[in-house]
């Protein structure tokens, strides 16, 4: 069944649902807060007062007051503040009662002996002062110190701000640390051993992720990250994500009143960077800002063999060595604005823009040896990559009149632009022979709108109902051109050259409905459906790509609360991975003649059952969750490499086999796992954190006649140790297994930092001094490709060590404010990266 929502007729499928009569009550334009908050109907008695801030003497809004009777202990009325802090309780009888008062972030209060009688019918109470639940110090607000990682009901969350490990490092650095997550040297992200991962920021997609998300998580400085979700059993009301899950990257963001903000710098001998990060927050309006800068620095060699298995037991053999350095950086700023027009509606928005570039200089030299051949060369290869994105993000929350009952309208557009260029001069004898240069021009356009309503059914059940139209434009525009020096100079290639674009727009609703079973039994089940249109062009060759199709995408999911410390969760999941533009641009990269890779266009999404059962417990001051996992993809994109005559994608009648290597739907891939996660103090000064993750994988690939499977492994373990005035130290230590390819093996590796920390100014400012890998010079990274036609081997080695010293220093006043939520879209259906696994 093909269901097609064209733009027009999604606008018309939000005006249905709003004429039925779940909708129509949100079109009716309630009334803001009156002080009048609830009526008791027991006499003709009113109390009056209002709540504030014992501080700043500001209003504390929507604070909760509830009026007891002292004779019998029960409520008989109660409810929210308006917005300036202001409430009236009336029709009390004669009695004397007490009042409750309270709010998130402050200390809950008693009014004692509140009495009414016949001469007595209206008290007014004047100004109630609640402290905040957080005490100051010098003007820098001291709180409860979070778990380095806490397991919630549908996620887990890594406070990558308790870990001084990741001060001066990147995003990349602390995505490694956080439970199920492993990041390889190259920056490409796994989830429990599988690379088909969404990942957002601040609940948000950001193109800045949708062409490289290696490239991308260089960008964001780990000293911007407050904490990492994962969430392995999304529900339908995310998008269709694929087999492992959601990454959300929460950044620093303050929601308190006043003004304050924070420097951060940081230097080593692969990087640097320095920010500042400005807030305020004054009544209805909030501001926050962000701006800075950071570079890096990476050296690095190689040494590859593949051996080429002939006819009539020939073979022929590639040797390739090489070193490269890698030099980069950029700046990114932004500003958000949030303002609450009345206590039910709030608005933000917000925008961000990136600037990143890079330069890789490469030397390699090749010898490729056979009968007939042998064909010695150097190649001298200079990368340049810049690449922009804008984001901006819009949201309007109204919280209606009954609890959690809310609509949320949602846009979002956000724009990357990139460019690749490459020189390359090939030298024979020490003389230039050869000269090639290729640019390519991309560029990608998302356009959102999203619509989410939540209603409660009971006092258990809520529906959740939503619709959301994702509009997406890719563009590729790609050149080379060569120069054989026999004086006609460069000239472009027409067969290496053309424009591509590529649109793809999805359409989806949804509907969820969760409800409790007694007190220990919560179950949520939805579906989700999604209609995807495709439409691509090879401008340039008048060649058009057209495709559409409907998937319709259940969840269920179920959690048990066996008593108040130990909790069972079970999930099912079916979800769609549609390919990114890394496995779609038709771009052939050939800055090495001799291993030749492009994306295809013609990828089709991948299906993935997802199944998973976990276990969390909690004794004394330990946290233990262990959890059990299956999925299974039937139409898996792999990577696969080919030995083929470099006539087929060369311009040339040589026939010498190249390997070329590209995306396919060719494998049937199923993992079955268990993974481990801990936290517990040893001591009242001493923390250890660890998580371990073992599966096994299984591929096959029946188009090519391939077998293959393993087990592979990933962990990591965080101790932490705090000393006295203000001194404190962390370990933090990562590894991961070699991983099973279709047709091989890719590297594992191990990395770990040591770092101390000093608190100075009072705790205004910080200094740590952290060191990477001390004990090992270079990381080794061996991969490995095997097929009966040819073996491929490629050991890597990445001078790592890093020694880094990092400043912060935090401003401002802070007082206790307490934020609304609010609400922005999250685009979870792209395959990202260079692909994975599982």
Request: charged residues 20%; positive net charge; aromatic residues 10%.
């Amino acid at each position: 069944m093909k269901l097609l929502l064209t733009p027009r007729r999604s606008l018309l499928m939000l005006g249905l649902l709003a004429a039925t009569p779940l909708f129509r009550p949100l079109l009716a334009q309630n009334a803001p807060a009156t002080a009048e908050v609830a009526k008791p109907n027991r006499g003709t008695g009113k109390l009056t007062g209002t709540v504030v801030n014992a501080a700043t003497n500001q209003p504390v809004e929507f604070a909760n007051v509830g009026l007891i009777d002292v004779a019998t202990n029960k409520a008989i009325g109660g409810g929210t503040c308006d917005e300036k802090g202001r409430f009236i309780l009336s029709n009390i009888g004669a009695g004397t009662y007490k009042l409750n008062v309270s709010f998130v972030g402050f200390q809950a209060k008693v009014v004692e002996q509140v009495v009414f009688t016949a001469a007595n019918a209206n008290v007014d109470l004047g100004n109630i002062s609640l402290a905040a639940a957080a005490q100051q110090l010098s003007e820098v607000k001291v709180v409860g110190e979070r778990e380095l990682v806490e397991n919630k009901v549908d996620r887990i969350v890594y406070n990558a701000d308790k870990d001084i490990t990741n001060n001066g490092g990147t995003a990349a650095d602390v995505l490694q640390k956080a439970p199920l997550l492993s990041v390889d040297i190259d920056g490409n992200l796994q989830l429990r051993g599988s690379g088909n991962i969404r990942v957002l920021v601040n609940g948000k997609p950001s193109t800045i992720l949708a062409n490289n998300l290696a490239d991308a998580l260089r960008q964001i400085p780990a000293d911007q990250i407050k904490s990492v979700e994962v969430i392995t059993s999304p529900s339908s009301k995310y998008d269709a994500e694929g087999t492992a899950g959601v990454v959300n990257i929460i950044l620093k963001k303050s929601n308190l009143e006043g003004v304050n903000g924070s420097i951060n710098g940081a230097g080593s001998n692969r990087g640097a960077f320095l920010s500042s990060t400005v807030n305020t927050r004054r009544g209805k309006l909030g501001l926050n800002t962000n701006a800075g800068t950071n570079m890096f620095y990476n050296v690095a060699r190689n040494a590859s063999m593949r051996t080429e298995f002939l006819p009539e037991e020939g073979r022929s053999t590639l040797q390739q060595n090489g070193n490269f350095t890698n030099l980069g950086g950029g700046a990114f700023a932004q500003l958000g604005i949030e303002y609450d027009f009345t206590p039910k509606d709030a608005f933000n928005l917000s925008g961000r823009g990136n600037l990143f570039g890079y330069t890789n200089d490469r030397n390699q030299r090749t010898a490729y040896v056979g009968p007939k051949v042998n064909d010695i060369f150097t190649r001298d290869i200079v990368t340049k990559e810049q690449n922009t994105n804008f984001d901006l993000n819009f949201g309007y929350t109204r919280t209606m009149a009954k609890p959690k009952q809310e609509l949320s309208v949602l846009a979002l557009y956000s724009q990357n632009k990139g460019n690749t260029d490459y020189d390359l001069d090939q030298r024979r004898e020490e003389f230039i022979d050869y000269r090639e240069t290729s640019s390519n021009d991309n560029r990608n356009r998302e356009a959102t709108l999203q619509l989410d309503y939540i209603q409660p059914v009971d006092s258990t059940g809520t529906l959740e109902l939503g619709l959301k139209s994702i509009l997406r434009r890719v563009s590729s525009d790609y050149l080379v051109a060569a120069d054989s020096l026999d004086g006609r100079g460069l000239l472009p290639i027409p067969s290496r050259s053309n424009e591509f674009r590529y649109d793809q727009n999805v359409y989806s609703t949804y509907a969820t409905y969760s409800f409790s079973l007694g007190k220990k039994l919560t179950l949520k089940a939805g579906t989700r459906v999604e209609h995807t249109r495709i439409d691509g062009d090879f401008i340039t060759d008048n060649i058009s790509l057209r495709t559409d199709y409907t998937n319709v995408v259940p969840s269920v999911q179920a959690a048990y609360d066996i008593n108040k410390d130990n909790k069972l969760k079970l999930s099912y999941t079916r979800r769609i991975q549609r390919p990114g533009i890394w496995f779609l641009n038709p771009y052939v990269n050939l800055s090495d003649r001799r291993n030749i890779s492009s994306g295809n266009p013609k990828v089709d999404p991948e299906l993935t059952d997802a199944y998973e059962l976990a276990y969390s417990t909690y004794i004394n001051k330990s946290t233990i969750n262990f959890s059990g996992y299956f999925r299974q993809t039937n139409n898996a994109i792999e990577s696969v490499s080919r030995l083929v005559p470099s006539n087929t994608v060369l311009p040339t009648d040589d026939t010498t086999r190249v390997l070329y290597s590209t995306f396919l739907n060719v494998a049937r891939n199923a993992t079955y796992g268990l993974s481990a996660f801990g936290s517990t103090k040893i001591t009242p000064k001493w923390s250890l954190n660890g998580n371990i993750n073992a599966y096994y994988l299984q591929l096959r690939s029946q188009a090519l006649g391939l077998t293959n499977g393993g087990v592979m492994y990933n962990g990591n373990l965080t101790s932490s140790w705090t000393f006295d005035k203000g001194w404190s130290a962390q370990f933090s230590g990562f590894f991961n297994s070699r991983r099973v390819a279709l047709q091989g093996r890719t590297p594992g590796y191990r990395t770990y930092t040591i770092a101390a920390k000093k608190e100075l100014f009072n705790k205004k400012a910080s200094l740590t001094l952290g060191v990477v890998n001390p004990f090992n010079r270079k990381l080794v990274f061996r991969s490995q490709l095997e097929t009966d036609r040819f073996d491929y081997t490629n050991n890597s080695y990445f001078y790592n060590r890093q020694i880094r010293l990092s400043f912060n220093y935090q401003f401002g006043k802070l007082d206790t404010k307490p934020a609304k939520p609010k609400k922005s879209i999250r685009n979870d259906d792209q395959k990202q990266g260079e692909g994975g696994n599982g």
